[in-house]
Nanobody, 125 residues
Framework: QGQLVESGGGLVQPGGSLRLSCAAS????????VSWFRQVPGKEREAISC????????YYTDSVKGRFTISRDNVKNTMYLQMNSLKPEDTAVYYC??????????????????WGQGTQVTVSS
């Protein structure tokens, strides 16, 4: 059974940086699209970034373009989200996810096969 384990969330001041990690076990990330979502209370889970394969297209939602960077290390079987210039509106629970159709970047929650447990990111002074 596959599993994703997240780490790296926390409290940071506006303008600061955090790096989230998501380690996969029980399956190999090579053949999966990897994505990051986030969710705030009372709102739907939002797709914010996706990378469809080792060299495939990368997607960012407009609100994080230029500030967040998604990456993957297939040797370590881990994906990352580097978040810079954080804003209070980035406060949310962040989730990593994988999609077995590695030819696409889907923003649909229902398209994802595995989910991380979620990690809280709070941006506040």
């Amino acid at each position: 059974q596959g599993q994703l384990v997240e780490s790296g969330g926390g409290l940071v001041q506006p303008g600061g940086s955090l790096r989230l990690s998501c380690a996969a076990s029980g399956f190999t990330l090579d053949y999966y699209t990897v994505s990051w979502f986030r969710q705030v209370p009372g709102k739907e889970r939002e797709a914010i970034s996706c990378i469809s394969s080792s060299t495939g297209p990368i997607y960012y939602t407009d609100s994080v373009k230029g500030r967040f960077t998604i990456s993957r290390d297939n040797v370590k079987n881990t994906m990352y989200l580097q978040m810079n210039s954080l804003k209070p509106e980035d406060t949310a629970v962040y989730y990593c996810a994988t999609d077995g159709d590695y030819s696409r970047c889907s923003s649909l929650v229902a398209s994802q096969d595995y989910w991380g447990q979620g990690t809280q990111v709070t941006v506040s002074s």
